[in-house]
């Protein structure tokens, strides 16, 4: 039984470890020295493709205005653009407000599907209204509450004229952020994730999942989305990476969204992405099985070990408390996580209500803790069976 306890412990902790540590240290090693693509279409190109802008709304209105105000800076040939947003059974203002900002703007598509039925079928229509039989098309799919700056576009679209890059994700960035709440951990999780994938593109042009509210895709490569999925933009990059394509991060394509605070709300869609991963787990388990590739490794590193993270932490408690009775080092290990994790949330429920700016530490390590809760919440989520893939707009600044 100690032995086992053992066992679990220290792999426990080296899960972690890697997923957290050793593998963006590694990826970082693989990129340096890399430049990025350099196989680029220029500004005035006349053989820019054509993008067709997909985006799936529900009950948008507080947002939605800014969202087409940014569509209509870009700066991108408006012959080669055309606009696609699918309604899913919204119960506001987004409809007219949309009609009311694109009024008299050519080619911009809004279908007011009446019945709400999730995402993945509004874009799946959309990308079928969208098809064309044009060499080269591109597919942008956005969200409402992403906002493009002017160039965003043309950097996205411009490493298309490499026949080899299939995906190139945007350089996400939150608004917005206050010293009370959870934004701040949040913008600083954010910013590592976009360090991560950007050196996963240029070590391997594997980039694992982009954020989903802003990226570019080959049309010819999309694949019509599963019934019921949670988190559709990694199940459409993964299918490309599978069939050979190259899936990278451009810094230069900014796109702003606003920064949640509170930890309800980050928990809430922390707790349905984890249901989708899980679900994505399921499809994709073959590629953390023998034999051993780079998509595999990459996939099992940045992914699997990080949405098995709330189980290691917990392995890693319970088998202390187990050793603790042994050792003297485990029962150390046991007493200062089970104290600190309380102390942790303690101080940070006191200072958010009090209202003060938290200890930096402290946010962010209860920000940890909660969101690999809801990645435990996730798990059973998906494991009770995924009925509807319907999802509520989180609340943001």
């Known amino acids: 039984m100690q032995l086992l306890a053992q066992i679990i412990f220290w792999a426990s902790t080296l899960a972690l470890l890697h997923t957290y540590v050793l593998y963006p240290l590694l990826m970082w090693g693989l990129a340096r020295g890399k430049v990025p693509n350099r196989t680029v279409f220029s500004p005035d190109d006349l053989h820019l493709p054509m ?25 991108y040939p408006s012959s080669r653009l055309r606009i696609f947003i699918g309604s899913d059974g919204s119960e506001d203002q987004t409809v007219s407000l949309i009609e009311q900002a694109t009024a008299g703007i050519p080619n911009v598509f809004v279908t007011p599907f009446p019945v709400r039925r999730g995402k993945p079928p509004v874009i799946n229509d959309l990308a079928r209204m969208a098809a064309d039989p044009e060499p080269g098309h591109v597919f942008l799919l956005t969200d409402a ?32 952020l206050r010293q009370v709440g959870i934004s701040k951990s ?25 954020f989903g509210g802003c990226y570019a895709l080959r049309a010819a490569l999309f694949e019509p989305i599963p019934p019921r999925s949670l988190v559709d933009d990694f199940w459409l990059v993964f299918r490309v990476l599978e069939q050979g394509g190259q899936a990278i991060n ?44 780079r998509l595999g490794f990459a996939f099992f590193s940045h992914k699997v070990l990080r949405w098995f993270g709330g189980f290691f932490l917990l392995f890693i408690f319970l088998s202390a408390g187990l050793l603790s009775f042994y050792n003297q080092f485990y029962r150390w ?21 009090l209202g003060i700016g938290p200890i930096a530490l402290i946010r962010n390590l209860a920000y940890f803790l909660a969101m690999n809760l809801a990645l435990i919440d996730g798990f059973f989520k998906w494991l009770r069976g995924i009925r509807v893939d319907t999802w509520q707009p989180t609340a943001r600044e």
Not at 152 to 176: C, P, W
Not at 186 to 210: C, D, F, I
Not at 263 to 290: C, M, T
Request: aromatic content about 8%; overall charge positive.
């Open 186 to 210: 949040e913008e600083q999780y954010l910013s590592g994730e976009v360090r991560l994938k950007h050196h996963e593109g240029l070590a391997w042009g594997m980039m694992m999942g982009p």
């Open 51 to 75: 993008v067709s802008v997909l985006m799936a709304v529900y009950n948008e209105e507080r947002v939605i205005v800014e969202k087409m105000e940014s569509l209509k800076r870009l700066h």
């Open 250 to 293: 451009d810094l230069d394509a900014h796109c702003l969204e606003g920064a949640t605070h509170r930890v309800s709300d980050e928990y809430r869609r922390k707790k349905r992405i984890a249901a989708g991963s899980f679900q994505n787990l399921a499809r994709f388990k073959h590629w953390v099985l023998p034999p051993v590739t």
């Open 333 to 353: 290990v046991f007493w200062v996580s089970m104290v600190g994790a309380l102390v942790v949330l303690a101080m940070n429920a006191i200072q958010s209500r």
């Open 145 to 176: 509450s992403v906002i493009l700056e002017p160039d965003t576009l043309y950097h996205l679209v411009k490493h298309f004229k490499n026949e080899r890059i299939a995906v190139v994700d945007a350089h996400m960035q939150s608004k917005g």
